[in-house]
């Protein structure tokens, strides 16, 4: 069986392939991602992922890499991380009451023969309405400058969201689901069940 690498070193995403019973290693893939590209959302979602997981590919002979980015597309504009904790209150504030799209790219390489997939994952998020007493008290927790759109489902930002529309695991790294639809093309085995 090759060896999966994942070229990001998110600890969410790490959690998600773990639990879904993949053994893989981890690998920071160093790629320069332009959130300013002229594309479609969903293009660029998958452009980044295949940017991260191609790099790292060539660094192995023999080895399924998995890339992945995760942004917010909302009102025509794409939200990354934000860079300081001023950047993250407007963020906030502008989803406050309002539902975006989550979307998360992912791409799978195989370093030995250069196949590879990408796709991309939305998911609709809801937020309730938020005050912003409540955006200072999350801003000061540093949560926000770790995930995109500035918030994180499996922390804190969960009690931000009024309703989810799809993929929990989407909003959180990594549409599992699908990602494990495609890697099975690449490799039957990647999945480790115990006897």
Do not use: C
Request: aromatic share 8%; proline share 4%; no cysteine.
């Amino acid at each position: 069986m090759k060896k999966i690498i994942l070229a990001s070193e998110s600890p969410w995403r790490r959690k998600i392939l773990t639990d879904a019973g993949i053994s893989f290693l981890v690998e920071k893939s160093g790629y320069k991602e332009n959130m300013r590209l002229k594309l479609p959302p969903f293009e660029l979602a998958k452009k980044l992922a295949l940017g991260k997981a191609m790099v790292v590919a060539r660094r192995h002979k023999n080895a399924i890499v998995i890339g992945a980015d995760t942004f917010v597309a909302f009102k025509g504009n794409i939200f990354g991380k934000p860079r300081t904790r001023a950047q993250a209150r407007v963020m906030l504030k502008s989803f406050s009451g309002t539902t975006h799209s989550l979307i998360t790219g992912f791409a799978i390489v195989d370093s030995k023969t250069n196949e590879y997939v990408a796709k991309a994952v939305e998911t609709r998020v809801t937020f309730r309405e938020i005050t912003p007493r409540e955006i200072d008290e999350f801003v000061k927790t540093g949560e926000p400058l770790r995930a995109a759109g500035g918030y994180a489902i499996q922390g804190g930002g969960s009690k931000l969201i009024k309703h989810i529309e799809g993929d929990h695991n989407n909003v959180a790294g990594l549409p599992i689901k699908e990602l494990i639809v495609e890697l099975k093309k690449f490799d039957k085995k990647v999945i480790h069940t115990p006897e």
